[in-house]
């Protein structure tokens, strides 16, 4: 994920009331992803989200990569300032509506894939849980994988994991923290228990990465990645490259 692609998605669950009335909003849902930096693009957006709360009925998830470009500050450091300026701008628009808001990791959260992931992480997590607000809370929290559900009302739920911890390849031993789940093996079987618990609501699954993607990240490639494959850095990038441009998908796929 990129720092100038802050994403927003709202998902209002409707219920009629009477079939001659207007649908009335049960709940209402506000994703945003790759919020990370203070730019042109999230303070246009984080606001513009907060506009759209509907009060007691509205719940927020940022879904990665909520500080770029490495993730939180180790105590002490001026990256620690700079990252809870970031994670501020983020939540006091929606906390002053009384708007409760969750944080999931994403891989620049983890030290941008790096070694200090584990450290970074916690950090985050760390400053966020700490302000012992009820409504502000990053899920799962200390580093752990345990997957999280989030009860939305009456009839619906978000389940939230961190699906960077899966993708880590460096040390993610948390010997400090007593998680629910330590292996990949306890995520499942934690995710079929929250779906059995939840199989008569609407689920919502929520992480930084698709947990399906029918895009670059699942291999999925275009006509147009293949012959102008210089556009995935630069959008006017047309320079043509039949052939050569399909080495980036095939490499990809089969390699990397």
């Not at 009477?18 to 303070?43: C, F, M, S």
Request: charged share 20%; with cysteine.
């Amino acid at each position: 994920m990129i720092a100038d692609k802050t994403a927003i998605v709202i998902l209002g669950m409707i219920c009629s009331i009477a079939a001659w009335a207007q649908p009335k909003v049960a709940q209402r849902i506000i994703l945003i992803g790759d919020a990370g930096e203070i730019n042109h693009q999230q303070t246009t957006v984080v606001p513009d989200a907060a506009g759209k709360v509907l009060p007691n009925i509205t719940t927020v998830f940022y879904l990665g990569d909520n500080i770029y470009p490495r993730g939180m500050g180790l105590p002490g450091t001026e990256d620690a300032i700079k990252g809870r300026d970031i994670l501020q701008s983020q939540f006091e628009p929606f906390r002053a509506k009384e708007t409760p808001v969750y944080f999931l990791p994403g891989n620049h959260d983890w030290d941008r894939m790096g070694k200090r992931g584990l450290e970074k992480i916690k950090a985050q997590s760390a400053f966020i849980n700490g302000r012992n607000d009820p409504g502000l809370k990053m899920i799962p929290a200390d580093g752990c994988p345990d997957p999280i559900a989030i009860p939305i009302g009456r009839e619906a739920v978000v389940i939230a994991y961190d699906s960077e911890w899966w993708l880590f390849q460096h040390n993610k031993e948390n010997k400090d923290t007593d998680c629910d789940c330590d292996t990949e093996s306890d995520i499942l079987d934690k995710l079929a228990a929250l779906f059995l618990q939840n199989k008569d609501k609407l689920i919502f699954l929520a992480s930084h990465h698709p947990f399906r993607s029918y895009g670059v990240h699942g291999g999925k490639y275009t006509w147009k990645d293949h012959l102008f494959p210089f556009t995935a850095i630069n959008k006017n990038a047309y320079v043509p490259l039949p052939g050569l441009g399909s080495l980036y998908p095939l490499l990809r796929k089969s390699v990397f």
